[in-house]
């Protein structure tokens, strides 16, 4: 997995609550049996006028004038800047997929979906969890000053302003760590191969009904 | 000290190392798998040239993706239309055969949604830690199960080491007191707790359903309601283990035998909090006072009884919901104060893992029997849950119940709760869905989803709009 230790980036808005991840990357687009390419269709029913399709090429599309992610101002955002329960709905992994080829590192949000959440740290993308009324100041910041940029270091665990000023966040330490390090959470997990069959053993003995599936 | 919550119970039984960082490495017990979240995960196994730890804790089944008509189902994948659809069916068939997984296919008669499978066929058991690359695996804690949706990583790491490294959620106990009305049934039940608590209410908790009301509900009601606890926030919803459970259970094709049966039960039994458990989250809602609900915005939230108005934005203090509400009205087509019941729809579609079960089968049956379905709308589907759903109901008759009465009979799949085949709405379309989401686009571009229980979408459907089933007379 791909580490993430600081970013500096441009704030880029999705200026509403409980963006589901339907929203973030629609269905069609799910029958891909690869883990790229979908970029091009993150946001895809705000993003464009039309409807999408995997067959359909997106360059030449209409896109939505209305849609900030579409303004000028904000190309090459790389940090999103969004409301409360962000990533809700469907499991699909297919969201984070599509907003880290899209080019977002981190996203600030009051708060997450869990599955969403967790599905980010994956990836690479680092979500960010700021009090509300946070969140309220740094949209006013970033909607008043073009180029709003913000500098996210997880190692000290800071989103640090334009000013200077530090905003603090938390994230569990097995997360920080995993992230820090790039580190490939299977190969963690197999160092503990001989707890997991020890495991395994016990539970045969116990529970003999849960080892013979199919028969 | 304080008793343990079921989540408490099930959580401990299955950590195989506490470590130091606050995470745990938990230990799964089913892994079950679909075609659309697991091609990922096979794929990169492969790429670090690795192999499953477990393969006969993993049962797999196609259901987003196959068509839904007698002509397409009858080819078997060559029948799907969609070259990528095809293809990703193929590719999970492909994957279950070079790893020796247990796969229903396509035409098995076993086939359907996950979420319904896996019960039915007794792969999801009491006791057990249940996981599938999908949110709505929260279906299998109705039986006492911890069971939660993953992402794709998350699928390749449990097949790679049959764990899943996790973190303690919260405990949260949603109580239902009393007893439903009549025509009031598990999916106006949950639809009216998320109505309550929001769909960010259960984000960080594990939620348990007790109380009356669910301790009277049957085990195929308990698994609507556990459904959507997920719409809720909550990646695991559970109920208690008891009689109930072990009837349903017992059995199954999966479920133990003999002896076997004997010691799981006696821990089966167990499965329950504890009297003095300790939750950290109490929401108590009074079971008389719930009425059929309608969704009638994009977010599960937006729900109101049968009898309610949609709101007014005007009313709404808070700018971000405030906002919301507008953006929901406007993407619904509604108007603000406009009644629940003057809403008319396009199409109405029953099935999805919440409500295709034989019970809702036979609920939505009950209302069109002898009836018709309005002229206005456009299509009336219903689609059974897996083939033995669909066997069950047409060795009842209730397929015959739904076309005479102007209804399709369909083959077992997703089908319309995401439009990933080519069941979907059209622009602007509104349809009484029995399915968990209502998001824009959900049911196809533009496509406007009104969340309601088996009998109320059927109700909908003879009516051609919204209407109180237990308005109709006998049902
Ligand atoms: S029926 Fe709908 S919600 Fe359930 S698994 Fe299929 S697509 Fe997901």
């Known amino acids: ?215 | 000290m304080a008793g343990k919550t079921l989540y408490d119970k099930l959580w401990d039984l299955h950590v195989v190392s506490q470590r130091d960082d606050g995470s745990a490495l938990v230990y799964i017990d089913r892994h079950i798998i679909h075609e659309v979240t697991s091609p990922q995960a096979f794929e990169g196994l492969r790429l670090a040239k690795r192999k499953p730890w477990r393969v006969d804790s993993v049962v797999a089944t196609p259901d987003h993706n196959v068509p839904t008509t007698r002509a397409e189902r009858a080819s078997g994948i060559a029948g799907i239309a969609d070259p990528t659809s095809k293809i990703q069916v193929q590719t999970l068939d492909d994957n279950c055969e070079a790893l020796g997984i247990l796969e229903f296919k396509i035409n098995d008669q076993r086939q359907g949604i996950v979420h319904v499978v896996g019960p039915e066929s007794g792969a999801c058991l009491p006791g057990m830690t249940i996981v599938c690359g999908d949110s709505h695996t929260s279906t299998n804690g109705a039986l006492g199960a911890l069971s939660i949706g993953i992402g794709t990583s998350e699928v390749e790491h449990v097949l790679a080491t049959q764990c899943l490294v996790a973190k303690k959620m919260k405990n949260m106990l949603v109580r239902v007191d009393g007893e439903l009305g009549l025509g009031v049934t598990p999916k106006d039940v949950v639809l009216a707790i998320i109505g309550k608590i929001g769909t960010a209410g259960g984000t960080g908790y594990a939620i348990e359903f007790g109380g009356d009301v669910f301790k009277a509900m049957t085990m195929e009601g308990r698994l609507t309601v556990c459904n959507m606890a997920i719409e809720a926030g909550a990646r695991a919803g559970m109920v208690a283990v008891d009689a109930t459970t072990l009837n349903y259970v017992k059995n199954k094709t999966f479920a133990p035998k003999g002896e076997a049966w004997d010691m799981a039960v006696a821990q089966w039994r167990h499965l329950h909090s504890d009297s003095d458990a300790k939750f950290d989250e109490v929401v108590v809602l009074n079971g008389a006072l719930i009425e059929p609900q309608v969704s009638w915005g994009t977010s599960p939230e937006m729900v109101l009884p049968i009898h309610g108005v949609v709101p007014n934005p005007a009313n709404e203090a808070d700018e971000v919901k405030k906002a919301g509400i507008e953006r929901a009205l406007k993407y619904m087509g509604l108007k603000a104060e406009q009644a629940i019941c003057d809403i008319r729809i396009d199409r109405v579609f029953i099935g999805s893992c919440t409500n295709s079960r034989i019970e809702d089968m036979r609920a939505a049956a009950a209302v069109v029997k002898g009836r018709q379905k309005a002229t206005s709308v456009k299509e009336a589907i219903v689609v059974p849950g897996s083939g033995l759903v669909k066997q069950q109901a047409e060795a009842e008759g209730l397929d015959k119940i739904f076309v005479a009465a102007g209804f399709e009979w369909r083959e077992p799949g997703c089908s319309m709760c995401l439009a990933m085949n080519a069941d979907r709405l059209n622009d602007g379309e509104h349809c009484a869905s029995t399915s968990n989401r209502n998001f824009e686009g959900r049911q196809g571009y533009g496509g406007r989803t009104h969340l309601v229980s088996p009998a109320m979408a059927a109700a909908a459907g003879i009516a051609g709009h919204f209407i109180d089933v237990r308005t109709m007379g006998e049902v």
């Open chain 1, 1 to 215: 997995m791909r580490a993430f230790t600081q970013h500096t980036g441009l704030v880029g808005p999705i200026d509403r609550a409980n963006v589901d991840t339907d929203l973030i990357i629609p269905k069609q687009f799910l029958k891909s049996i690869k883990r790229s390419g979908f970029g091009p269709n993150a946001f895809d029913e705000l993003r464009y006028l039309d409807e999408g399709s995997p067959e359909k090429p997106n360059d030449g599309r209409p896109l939505n004038p209305q849609f900030p992610l579409n303004f000028e101002r904000y190309q090459g955002a790389s940090i999103l800047l969004t409301r409360k329960n962000f990533g809700c709905g469907s499991s699909r992994e297919h969201a984070p997929w599509a907003l880290d080829e899209y080019g977002f590192r981190a996203i600030i949000a009051p708060s997450f979906a869990d599955i969403f959440f967790n599905n980010c740290f994956k990836n690479g993308i680092l979500p960010i969890v700021l009090p509300d009324d946070i969140v309220e100041q740094l949209f006013a910041e970033m909607y008043a000053q073009e180029g709003y940029r913000l500098t996210v270091d997880l190692e000290r665990q800071v989103v640090v302003k334009p000013s200077g000023e530090a905003l603090a966040f938390e994230v569990d330490e097995f997360r920080k760590h995993c992230l820090l390090n790039g580190f490939d959470e299977i190969g963690v997990t197999l160092r503990d191969a001989d707890k997991i069959t020890a495991y395994e053993q016990a539970r045969k003995k116990t529970a003999p009904w849960l080892f013979n599936f199919g028969a």
